[in-house]
């Protein structure tokens, strides 16, 4: 591959060198949704330099006090481990009254649903905003009692926002007095109109700057022969990220829409440009899927020299891509588990749409990072040239499979090119495979998508799957051959190709 000069903003051996830390984004509206806001905070998967280990524990469940009948019992809720506390004696009486009396906006509306659980952070857990809460309640509550909550609480609203996932309102309140996060989440969970109420957490995009290298993936996936299959014609790719760099020659007309939830100056960042290449590069690069489109979510700004992503913007861009029809979700950033967003995804997933995220970058001996943590994302760890573990990859059984994802010659704003590193690229290089299966069938589940790529993936490391690399190293000729020749996708044969999909090798 040859790049011409005056489209290479720094030459391969000046690449090595380049810091990865200008956090930009992408100019953007935001179409039916509130403010703007941060909250809690995640990162891109592309690995610090650095990466020290981080540890995520389950969080305490407990079962609202108010919302049991006289007599206690345990509330039993699917995939949900609860744990009791002692419930305050209540006097029904009163209880009684009021619900008999006319509305008082002032009043503690009854809950439409059982609470959910306790979403205190676990001991030990920072990274979220030090005065923030997100907060969800069913249905869409009035002006009224919106100014009620607040004001029992003491809370300052900054955005809410109806999510058609959840089927829920869910709200984003500053604490204005200085009280401690978790404080403040105890007083709430004692509320019967809350039905969950977290810290909004902080999450990190997974990058990271390692020698030299080109687009090796180009060979190590096989795309060549992909391609003469499918290119990921029609299908939307959701990049939830910093901004992208509209104009770079690798992605002119390949951004189908663009959603802004995290505001800012709208500028382009390096991390989301080089994910949205890796899915769809198209000039002197070649994308895993160059044909699809992209839904750019420009969810992390820059903050304190790294871009940072909060659990309420994420949500945002998790409710516009399935809005928008996406197909594909890219998650390439990594922090605490998140209980509402981990619901979110679940609904998702119902939906049709396959999930993934990177691994993360904190090193063997962190505790899985969510979202790759969760059951219904395919996490991706990443690869060399010489088919080793990238060293600062997450481990553990969650990982699904592996992809290049060191030191891949990716572009970056301003029309230049680097060298990158991190579980964000390989992750990147994931969706685009997905988004050519679901070219060639569109109607495969996740479910069946996943099996598509853990079944044709080469193995690597230990015989069969296994905690370093997964499955293996994706294959995206082998996935898409697994599908079926073409007369049987000319001649409609959805069920041997889906038999073929979800077999082993």
């Known amino acids: ?46 690995a610090p330099a650095q990466p020290s280990p981080r540890k995520i524990r389950k969080p305490f469940v407990p079962v609202d006090a108010k919302s049991r009948p006289a007599k206690p019992q345990r509330l039993v809720r699917p995939a949900t481990r609860a744990v009791t506390k002692t419930a305050p004696k209540v006097d029904p009486a009163p209880a009684a009254a009021a619900n008999a009396a006319a509305p008082n906006p002032d009043a503690t509306p009854a809950p439409a649903q059982p609470r959910l659980a306790s979403g205190q952070p676990p001991a030990g857990e920072r990274r979220f905003v030090a005065n923030e809460v997100v907060i969800e309640v069913a249905g869409r509550p009035t002006e009224q009692e919106v100014a009620a909550l607040a004001n029992r609480h003491q809370l300052n609203r900054e955005e809410s926002q109806v999510f058609d996932l959840s089927g829920t309102t869910m709200f984003r309140w500053t604490i204005p007095d200085g009280r401690n996060v978790s404080a403040v989440i105890r007083s709430l969970e004692a ?24 687009q090796y993936s180009l060979e190590k996936l096989r795309l ?38 995290a505001g800012g100056d709208g500028s382009p960042h390096s991390h989301g440009t080089s994910v949205a290449g890796a899915i769809v590069a198209q000039s002197e690069l070649t994308g895993v899927a160059p044909a699809s489109r992209i839904l750019a979510v420009r969810a992390f700004d820059p903050v304190s020299g790294s871009a940072e992503g909060t659990t309420f913007n994420i949500l945002k861009g998790l409710e516009w891509s399935v809005k928008r029809g996406a197909r594909v979700i890219n ?18 997933g119902k939906r049709g749409i396959v999930l993934i995220a990177a691994a993360g970058n904190a090193g063997p001996k962190s505790r899985p990072l969510f979202p790759a943590s969760d059951p219904n994302v395919i996490a991706v760890t990443a690869t060399d040239s010489g088919d080793k573990l990238f060293p600062g990859s997450n481990r553990g059984y969650h990982v699904a499979v592996a992809a290049p994802g060191v030191n891949v010659l990716l572009p970056t704003p301003g029309g230049g090119y680097d060298l990158r590193t991190g579980t964000s690229f390989a992750a990147a290089h994931i969706a685009g495979i997905a988004a050519l299966v679901l ?26 799957r296994d905690r370093d690399f997964g499955a293996g190293l994706a294959d995206a000729y082998e996935a898409l051959r697994s599908l079926g020749d073409e007369s049987e996708v000319t001649a409609g044969k959805p069920d041997a190709r889906i038999g073929r999909a979800q077999g082993g090798r």
């Open 439 to 464: 070219e060639r069938n569109p109607d495969l589940s996740p479910d069946s998508v996943r099996r598509v790529l853990l079944s044709t993936a080469r193995d690597l490391g230990t015989a069969g």
């Open 331 to 348: 998650m390439s950033f990594a922090g605490p588990q998140d209980p509402v967003m981990a619901r979110a995804l679940v609904a998702a």
């Open 1 to 46: 591959m040859q790049l011409w000069p005056n489209r290479i903003a720094v030459t391969v051996p000046a690449l090595a060198g380049v810091a990865l830390a200008a956090i930009l984004s992408i100019p953007a509206q935001a179409q039916g949704y509130g403010g703007y806001g941060s909250g809690a905070r995640y990162t891109v998967q592309s």
């Open 224 to 261: 060549a022969r992909a391609h003469e299959i499918a290119r990921g014609v029609r299908v939307l790719v959701a990049v939830i990220d910093s901004g992208i760099d509209v104009s770079h020659p690798e992605l002119q007309g390949t951004i189908e829409d663009a959603f802004n939830p």
């Open 191 to 214: 509320d019967a109109s809350i039905l969950s109420v977290q810290p909004n957490y902080r999450y990190l995009l997974q990058q990271s700057k390692f020698g030299e290298g080109s």
